[in-house]
Structures are given as C-alpha cells and as structure tokens.
C-alpha cells in the first residue's frame, strides 16, 4: 500500500436567483447562490473530489448522484464527512489540503478563516493543515464575467499504519 496519495479536484457552479451563496460551509451574503442539485458549493465539491481521486474512488458523483432525491438541497459539509469517512475507512488521514476559489465577486478572502474552520472541524483536522485562498480572473471567463464561481483543491492523504514509520 502506498504510503502517501495525493488528489486534485475541479468544480464549477453557474450562479441562479433566489438561492443562498454557500461557499466552504459558509453562507456569504451575495444577491445570487449557485445552481446545483447539492447546496453547490464548489469549494467543497472540489475537496471531494481531490479526496476520492487521492484514492482513485472515482468522482463525487459516483458517490452522490446528482439526480438522486437523497442528496436534493444537501449540506456538502455532509458530503464531506461521508467521503472522509470512505478515506479513513482505506487507513488514510488527510495531511493537508491546498485549494483556491475563483469568483470576481464577492470577495472571499473575508470569510476564508471561517471556511478553514468549518472545513477542519467536519475533517477532523487542525486548520493549519487547510488553506482556502482567493483569486480573480480579472475579468476574464465565466468567473470573471461574474456568471459563477469555481475552485480547486489538492489533497495530500497518507496511510494512518505508515505515519508511526
């Protein structure tokens, strides 16, 4: 067994109205949500997939379809923890998890610690071992031309029987 994984995720959400904005497990005020069976939240979307592709589990709608009633209007904080609990099923941890979300608005650097915060406590981890940082396109592409919000993430995982080693 390999003693360390690492993982990569990608998502993109298009904005709607008359949705709330949530973004790492946090509502930020903003007169548009994100579109999605889920609650949407493309931070989280992406540090599941980064996690299950750490694994090669596949992607998070293998794992929660999106056309299942189950998962209609869901908390991706709970997508979260049900695909933790996949990786430390496996023997693996999360050692840290970089990610980065794109929106030209709102800003996001404001609620970054509360995403962190939240992020590491359905984990089970300590903050510093996630970053959450924030960028612009600088009008540029769809994020730019404010019609949604993306976000990446890496992942590094390490096996739980390896890190005594």
Known sequence: ML?????????????IAGRPLIIGG?????????????DADVLIHAICDAMLGALALGDLGA????????????????????TNKMIRERGYTIVNIDSTIVAQEPAMSPYSALMR???????DIEREQ?????TT???LGFEGKKEGIGASAVVLLENESSSAS
């Open 26 to 38: 946090v509502t930020i005020p903003y007169e548009r949500g994100l579109a999605g069976h889920s």
């Open 3 to 15: 003693k360390i994984r690492i993982g990569y995720g990608y998502d993109v959400h298009h904005f």
């Open 130 to 134: 996630i970053s959450v940082k924030a």
């Open 63 to 82: 794992h929660f379809p999106d056309n299942h009633p189950r998962y209609k209007n869901i908390s991706s904080l709970l997508l979260l923890q049900e």
């Open 137 to 139: 396109t600088e009008g």
């Open 117 to 123: 915060s939240k992020i590491a406590e359905v984990l």
